[in-house]
């Protein structure tokens, strides 16, 4: 069974102003992500991309269609279950979304003291991720000491620290330079190798799709125009 599944999902926002017509933001997509596959979402601006991430995430509900997450049910279902779902997904996000006023140690504590760890489980764990992402020595940093990609690196630990099986990346390297995406982009492929997390990549760069991707999703106004292997789709004329 697929990890991530989507049937006949479709969401339609109610138009922005009085006389215009709904947003039709998703329609009929379909879509199967394995366990262990690093699977990218590309599309243009408007395409749906974000809107499919708040599906999954379980962070808004679709109009119709069913999603499952990990064999649990996530359309339809009351709000005190989908946290438990969402504990299960670490995201990361282009702004990184860092607390600001907070020291790297406790920025990639924090979704560990929200799910009420103890402070010597808390540590440990947080030592062994500064060590998975090469962070060590900033560990007493503050996101505004740090470059971008050292950020991203936080942002990446954080997303981690619960063990999800599921990272969703959302425009994650899209305010990075070229070197420091290559950085970014190996460190998530050792997470998926090494930690066998399923990845989903969304993002507007055909380049961080090859690199990264084995199986692609084409969005375009709201629905997923081509999907396949990441070679057949990019090589086709
Ligand atoms: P992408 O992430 O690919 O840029 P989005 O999912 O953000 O695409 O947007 C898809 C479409 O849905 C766009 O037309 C956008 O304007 C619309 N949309 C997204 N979120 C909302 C919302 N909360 N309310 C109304 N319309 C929305
Ligand atoms: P609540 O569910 O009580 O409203 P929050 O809205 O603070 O709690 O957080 C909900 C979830 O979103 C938490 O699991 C937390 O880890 C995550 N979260 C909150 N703020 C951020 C952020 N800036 N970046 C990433 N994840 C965040």
Do not use: C, W
């Given at each position: 069974?697929?990890?991530?599944?989507?049937?006949?999902?479709?969401?339609?926002?109610?138009?922005?102003?009085?006389?215009?017509?709904?947003?039709?933001?998703?329609?009929?997509?379909?879509?199967?992500?394995?366990?262990?596959?690093?699977?990218?979402?590309?599309?243009?601006?408007?395409?749906?991309?974000?809107?499919?991430?708040?599906?999954?995430?379980?962070?808004?509900?679709?109009?119709?269609?069913?999603?499952?997450?990990?064999?649990?049910?996530?359309?339809?279902?009351?709000?005190?279950?989908?946290?438990?779902?969402?504990?299960?997904?670490?995201?990361?996000?282009?702004?990184?979304?860092?607390?600001?006023?907070?020291?790297?140690?406790?920025?990639?504590?924090?979704?560990?003291?929200?799910?009420?760890?103890?402070?010597?489980?808390?540590?440990?764990?947080?030592?062994?991720?500064?060590?998975?992402?090469?962070?060590?020595?900033?560990?007493?940093?503050?996101?505004?000491?740090?470059?971008?990609?050292?950020?991203?690196?936080?942002?990446?630990?954080?997303?981690?620290?619960?063990?999800?099986?599921?990272?969703l990346a959302d425009e994650a390297t899209s305010a990075l330079d070229p070197e420091t995406t290559h950085e970014v982009?190996?460190?998530?492929?050792?997470?998926?190798?090494?930690?066998?997390?399923?990845?989903?990549?969304?993002?507007?760069?055909?380049?961080?799709?090859?690199?990264?991707?084995?199986?692609?999703?084409?969005?375009?106004?709201?629905?997923?125009?081509?999907?396949?292997?990441?070679?057949?789709?990019?090589?086709?004329?």
């Open positions: 069974m697929a990890l991530i599944s989507l049937h006949n999902v479709s969401k339609t926002y109610p138009p922005a102003r009085k006389g215009e017509p709904p947003v039709a933001a998703l329609q009929e997509i379909n879509l199967e992500i394995e366990v262990g596959e690093i699977f990218g979402i590309i599309g243009y601006s408007g395409a749906g991309k974000s809107t499919l991430v708040r599906l999954i995430n379980a962070l808004e509900s679709s109009t119709s269609g069913t999603i499952t997450v990990d064999g649990r049910q996530v359309s339809g279902v009351p709000e005190r279950k989908l946290k438990s779902i969402r504990l299960g997904i670490g995201m990361i996000f282009q702004q990184f979304n860092l607390f600001n006023s907070k020291t790297v140690r406790n920025n990639i504590a924090y979704p560990l003291r929200v799910a009420g760890q103890s402070k010597a489980e808390i540590a440990a764990r947080v030592d062994e991720l500064l060590a998975f992402v090469g962070l060590t020595d900033k560990a007493d940093s503050y996101p505004e000491q740090l470059s971008g990609g050292q950020k991203q690196r936080v942002g990446i630990a954080r997303a981690l620290a619960a063990a999800p099986k599921i990272l982009l190996a460190l998530l492929r050792r997470a998926n190798r090494e930690l066998g997390i399923t990845i989903v990549v969304i993002t507007h760069e055909m380049d961080v799709i090859k690199n990264l991707a084995t199986r692609v999703a084409v969005m375009d106004g709201g629905r997923i125009v081509e999907q396949g292997d990441v070679f057949e789709v990019f090589s086709n004329p």
